[in-house]
Structure formats: C-alpha cells, structure tokens
C-alpha cells in the first residue's frame, strides 16, 4: 500500500500557490489517484474551476504528478484549502460519467480491490486525456524527383490521385507519410527520400474517425422464423432498462445473427454498444462479419493495439464518435459516452475472468454494468456457465432458445473412442479409427481438426537412466519441451533453457526421453501418417505472434490446410467450412484435478471444438479419444444429452452448496520462502477464527499449501473461504482480513472472490 496522503504533505510551493489566488474561492475535492488506495485523496481547487465529479485532473503526488479523477465522496469542507495540495489541471476530455464512477465503486467493493486500482484501470491511457493533435500530412506539389525509380513513381502515382471531379476540387490528396507508403505498397523510407528533395508541401488535417459509423439498416441478414422471433425479443428489450438475456444455442445457430439484431436496434436508438468477445484479436473474421451487416466494422479493443490507436481509440468511445466496441475484457472500462447495450459472447469462457490486480470477471461486471447504467446485457453461448444456466432457469434472466444450426445443418455425429486396451507404442497418440476417419476427411477434400490442448513437444521430459524429471525452479511444474525452438519451458514463469543432450542429474547421455503428446509431436506423428497431407499447427506460441496466426486461420478457412492441429485457440469463434472432422486427441485431459467447474469446463471444450466441425451444412464427425467412455461428461457429448448434462452438474453444485448455490473466495497467502507464507497464512486464520465463528453461514478452510505451491519462486499458500448465498461474503472478506497481521517482508495476500482458479 502506497501511504501517500496529499493532504499530509502540503509543501510550500503549492502554498505560495495559492496565497496568491488568495482573492478566489478554493473547495476541497477529493481526487481518487490510479494507485492501491482504499479512498480518495482531498486536493483543493480554485471554487471557479467548478469540478465536477468525474473530471479528470492532474495533481501533485509525493514528487510525482499523476492524473486521477474528481471522486463523489463528502469530502470534508472543515478543512482549510490552504492546507491543502492544489490540483494542477484539468484535462479537456470528457468527465468519467456517473455510471463509470459508480461502477468503479461497485466492482471495488465487491471484488475487495482498492478503487483506486480498478479506476486504473479506466485511466490506461493517459495520452487520451488531452485531444488529438492535427496530423501532419503531406500534399504532393507537383516537382519531379532527380531519378524515378519504380517504387517512387508508384509513390508519385498515388500521390497525384485528385479528389473526386464532381466536387471540383482537383486538388491532390493530403497523406499522412505512412498512408502514402502503405497505399503506393513501399516502404516509408522511399516517401521519406522523395519528401527530403521537397516534392510534398506539408500540411495539417484534422484526425480521422478509427471506424466510420456503422448503419443499423446497412445489410440486414435474412433471419429463419426462430432466429426472427429471438432478435425480436431483443430489441424490444432496448431501452426498456435493466435486463438480461441469454441466448442459449447450439454451435453455428446464428446467435451471431441474432444479436446483431439487438446491436441494430441499439444503434437505432441512439447508444452505444459494446460486444465483448474471448480472443478478440484472433477474430478479424468477426469484424469482417460485422461490417458486412452494419457497412462499418467496430472499433476494436485488446491488448495487441498500438499506443497511437489505444489512445485514439479511448478518445472516440468518450467523445461519442465510436458507436460500436468489440473487445476483451478491459473494454469494460473504456468511458463510453452513452452506452445502451451490452453484449457478451462465449459467456462461459474463461478468458473473461482476470487473475491478477483487480480479479474480476468480466461477464458478471458486465451485468452490473447494465444494471447501474439500466440497459440491457446479453449473454451468448452454445454451452452457458451452470451460473447463467440457473439465473435463466429462476427467470432472473430471460432465455431464448436457438436448438438448431442454421438452414439445417446438422451438428456433428459424436462418438468416443475407448483408448483402453489401445496399446499404441510411446511415441503415438492417434487410435487407428481416428487416423481412418482423417484419410477419408482427407479423401473427400475435406479438413480434420487434431484437437490437443497442450503446447509444445512433450508435457514432461524424463531420463530413463536415473528416473530425473526436469521441473521448473520457480514454479510446481514440469518443463514442456519446444523442439522447435529446442528449448525446455515453463508454461507459468516463461522460464527456458536450451534442452540438454545429458542428463544434470546423472550425466548420462541420450537418456532423455519425451513423455506424453504435445501439438509439436503429435505433428510429427500426423506427417508420419498422412505425409501428403497440408498440416498446419496453430498455437498460442508459434513463431510470428498473432498475426501469424491469423494469416493461418484466413488460410485455413479458404481451405488451404487439410489437417489442422490445434489448442484450445481454435475452439473459439472460427468459422471452417471445409472442417467436417473434429478428433479430440485427449478428451480426458482437464477432468482431474481439484476444480469443482472441470466437468463444466470439458462439457464447454468439447462442445466447442466439436461444434467448429460442419458449420456449413456438410456432414460430419466429432470422434472423442478417451480412457473414460462412461465418465457422465463423455456420455452427455456423445448422447447430444445437454439438459441430463445440466441437470446432473447443477444438482451436484446445489448439494455442495458450489457457485451459484453459494459463494466462494480465495485467499492466497504468498512469500519469498515457504516458512514466511506459512506463518502468515496459519496467523491470519487463526486471528480470523473468531469472526469465522460468529458469521452465520460461513465457513474457512486451510491454510493449505496452494496446488501450485510455488509460482515465480513465490511459495504459496491458500485459504478458501465458502458462503452461503445469503451471507455478505465481502463484510466478511474485509473483516477477516483487517483482523489478520500485518503483512511483512515479502508476504502477499490476494484475494480472489469468485475464483474460476483452483491452481
Ligand atoms: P453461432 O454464433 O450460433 O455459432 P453464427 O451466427 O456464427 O452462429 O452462424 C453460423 C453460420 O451460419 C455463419 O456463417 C452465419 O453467417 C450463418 N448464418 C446464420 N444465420 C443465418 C441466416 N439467417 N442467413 C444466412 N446465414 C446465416
Ligand atoms: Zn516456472
């Protein structure tokens, strides 16, 4: 915790400072500062500035000068402005409205975070709070360079292209010196060579829009009578205040059509919209999609953005002139002007939950959102969270149903593959009736998706000399082998090192062996197989980032692979219409473990990626490698059994009394040595027994050793706290944790309410 209170350090600059406005007024504000502070922070401000709750200033900070925002607490008036630091400036952008304020406060309160940390979040961007400044362009004059290459005179060709003649202004195009190189197809550099032999006058224009506006009425998709009746219901929950839909529909439904209605209707109206989606920067599918039916496509948010369009961006949905977002989780926090609608799609997926800093879940936030700012939410998905299941089944959501893919296009055929008894040699993971049905897939020129959702050569590397197993020194985890990179890693720390050729325990040389598949090696075992087969691996961690990846998805979709081995990056989203085999390689992989959601989370996955087969009206198949073909998960897949699946998954969590039937938070107590961890860990239970004791409802458990006992050389330690839906588990969390110790040394405490972690 930063102990930086303003009001305690006046110096005697800003002093002096205000003597001299001694004539004006000054009011005391309180400022909350992007800083883990529980409360705003008291600044004064000369009375006719008239702040306002929301403004975004500048103060003084310790030595610092940081941007924060006029906070809507009492503040105390008592307290002479002279005494106080004063607030430097006011920014000329757009107040944080009283809904983002409110939010800020709600998802602070209720995840435990300090507001000031999740109003960081809302000021990422800081360069957005001044205006855009006029772009400096260029304007070709009309002179020839000394020598004409053939790259200059595509640059000169472009640059000489006048405005449109009906105007009548003949005038040559202003360029920013990027757009002119990226329009003649050069290089900056040959722009920058004809601008030095002054061939370009320079000028300034005003900056664009990142998007055009999209049209409610652009393209409007032809929608079946089930799809009609959904939309209809949708839009006629805009503008009728706070509520929550869910679209429940099956894989390729048209739930995308479906809310694109909602989204017209919206616009229609005159809001904002922001559509969040899981893996956004993969997805330049979706966008084309969206313009396609609006004429424009929206205005993205993720993480893989420019500073330049970030800022651009954060400027445009404050301002108003950004009209539609589709983004990851943060767009949340973006200060839309108007914003009339939400939508989440893949609601139950996990991307949607944050870790680390404030742990939220962008899904339910979503939801509160729309409830403070009183317009509709919208959830999609094909395989709902158990959480969104319930609501809609107590009717405190609405349902509408999709239960069949578009113009008949029949879900996949699904069936298991009983690997027990198998008998495949170490090296091979594909039964025999897999590896069958991708020859005929291949045959019929058709794509098979090899689903595997493990990175990298081998889970664990072993020497059969002395039994050694390579594991990170940082973290609980085995080192995955990279045999591209030739590399041993860890999936948690990034930790790597060059794979030995001996062992570092006994020294034996040639003894390492690869245990258990990754996309790497079972790539090497489909080459084997099919070797005239196009192969592509897609992975998060391919070389080339992500827009590699998405160059391989574009070439996947127009049928340019035949065999695609993939993790988990390409169940989302990605629509193949040659895809008509889905094989999971593992489909036991994600049911162990201590994770009360994993039958939940291997229902999704496997719904998911099996649903990517036969989106196009194609026949097809979904075959499932597993050890255990009887296990309820497998046999509610195979049976198309979903309700029974639900059923049964949603009793299991009302008997244990598991989210949404009651509450969970965690604790992690973490420190540089285990002793450290563990002393806090056992002090703060036991100094909170007490009020574990007398709250009704409640119960603590641990501390125990987290299952990740170590990450980052952090050793770990974890209390789970468990409530009942009645119980106000956050008064609880905020008493415990005051009654604890005080945190010395190296110890950590995180708590995480609602946890979709159990590591
Ligand atoms: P979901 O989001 O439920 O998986 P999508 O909205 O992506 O489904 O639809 C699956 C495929 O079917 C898409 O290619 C989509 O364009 C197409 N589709 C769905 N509904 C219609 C429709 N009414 N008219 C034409 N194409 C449709
Ligand atoms: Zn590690």
């Not at 339910?364 to 089944?393: C, K, Q, W, Y």
């Not at 169940?571 to 992989?589: C, E, I, Q, R, Y």
Request: net charge neutral; hydrophobic share 40%; charged share 25%.
């Amino acid at each position: 915790m930063e102990k930086d209170s303003a009001s305690k350090n006046p110096t005697s600059g800003d002093l002096l400072a205000h003597s001299d406005a001694a004539a004006g007024a000054h009011t005391v504000h309180g400022v909350l500062l992007p800083i883990p502070t529980d409360r705003a922070y008291s600044y004064s401000a000369p009375a006719d500035w008239n702040l306002q709750p929301g403004d975004v200033v500048r103060v003084p900070l310790g030595p610092r000068k940081v941007a924060g925002v006029v906070w809507p607490e009492d503040v105390d008036n008592a307290v002479d402005p002279a005494k106080l630091r004063a607030i430097e400036h006011k920014f000329p952008c757009p107040p944080v409205g009283r809904d983002m304020l409110d939010f800020v406060a709600w998802v602070a309160n209720y995840t435990l975070a300090s507001p000031g940390m999740v109003m960081q979040m809302v000021l990422r961007v800081p360069a957005a709070f001044d205006p855009e400044p006029p772009m400096s362009a260029i304007i070709y004059n009309g002179g020839s360079p000394d020598r004409l290459t053939g790259a200059r005179s595509k640059v000169l060709d472009v640059a000489r292209e006048t405005f449109d003649a009906s105007s009548g202004n003949n005038q040559p195009l202003a360029w920013t010196r990027p757009g002119l190189a990226k329009a003649a197809g050069v290089s900056t550099s040959v722009v920058d060579g004809l601008i030095k032999q002054e061939l370009f006058d320079h000028v300034s224009i005003e900056p664009r829009p990142v998007v055009a506006k999209p049209e409610a009425g652009f393209r409007p998709t032809d929608l079946s009578a089930a799809q009609t009746s959904a939309s209809e219901a949708l839009a006629s929950r805009i503008d009728g205040g706070f509520s929550v839909t869910l679209i429940d529909g099956v894989t390729g439904s048209g739930k995308t059509e479906v809310y694109f209605e909602a989204v017209a209707a919206a616009l229609e109206a005159g809001h904002q919209v922001l559509i969040l989606i899981p893996e956004i920067s993969l997805t330049t599918s979706f966008l084309q999609r969206f313009e396609k039916r609006f004429g424009a496509p929206p205005a993205p948010w993720h993480s893989d953005l420019t500073p330049k369009m970030r800022e651009r961006i954060w400027r445009q949905v404050g301002s108003g002139d950004i009209r539609v977002v589709a983004g990851a989780r943060s767009a949340l926090f973006l200060p839309f002007k108007e914003l009339g609608l939400t939508i989440v799609d893949e609601e139950h997926d996990l991307a949607y939950k944050q870790d680390e800093r404030v742990a939220y879940n962008a899904r339910d936030m979503a939801v509160v959102r729309g409830r403070i700012g009183d317009f509709p939410i919208v959830l999609a998905s094909a395989t709902p969270s158990i959480e969104s299941h319930v609501n809609a089944d107590k009717g405190r959501y609405h349902r509408v149903a999709l239960p069949t893919r578009h113009s008949g296009a029949v879900l996949p055929d699904l069936s298991t593959v009983d690997m027990r008894g198998l008998k495949l040699p170490a090296n091979r993971f594909l039964s025999p009736q897999l590896k069958q049905a991708v020859a005929d897939t291949a045959e019929r020129g058709e794509q098979s998706l090899l689903f595997l959702n493990r990175r990298g050569y081998a889970p664990l590397t072993l020497c059969r000399a002395c039994g050694h197993r390579f594991e990170c020194s940082q973290c609980t985890a085995w080192l995955v082998e990279h045999r591209f990179r030739g590399t041993l890693e860890c999936h948690h720390c990034g930790h790597h090192e060059p794979k030995p050729e001996a062992c570092p325990n006994c020294g034996a040389l040639d003894y390492l062996v690869p245990c258990g598949p990754g996309v790497e090696r079972l790539a090497e075992e489909v080459e084997d197989a099919f070797p005239d087969a196009r192969t592509i691996i897609l992975s998060s961690d391919l070389m080339g980032g992500t827009n590699r990846l998405r160059l391989e998805l574009d070439a996947i979709e127009k049928g340019e692979a035949d065999i695609i081995i993939g993790t988990q990056l390409v169940a989302k989203g990605h629509n193949f219409p040659l895809m008509t085999l889905v094989g999971v390689v593992d489909a036991d992989l994600g049911l162990s473990g201590g994770d009360p959601r994993a039958a939940e989370r291997t229902f999704q996955m496997l719904s998911q990626v099996t649903g990517r087969a036969g989106r196009f009206g194609r026949k097809s198949q979904g075959l499932l490698q597993t050890y255990q073909p009887d296990h309820p998960v497998m046999k509610a897949i195979v049976s198309g059994d979903r309700d029974l699946f639900y059923e049964r998954e949603i009793e299991m969590r009302r008997r244990g009394q598991l989210p949404p039937f009651g509450r969970l938070a965690a604790i992690i107590i973490s420190a540089n040595s285990k002793p450290e961890a563990q002393n806090h860990a056992r002090q703060l239970a036991q100094a909170g027994r007490p009020i574990a004791e007398s709250s009704e409802g409640i119960t603590v458990l641990g501390p125990a050793e987290a299952p990740m006992a170590m990450v980052r050389g952090r050793h770990r330690q974890r209390l789970l706290v468990h409530a009942t839906r009645q119980a106000d588990i956050q008064s609880f969390l905020r008493a415990f944790l005051a009654a604890g110790p005080k945190t010395r040394g190296s110890v950590r405490v995180n708590t995480d309410v609602d946890p979709q972690s159990f590591i």
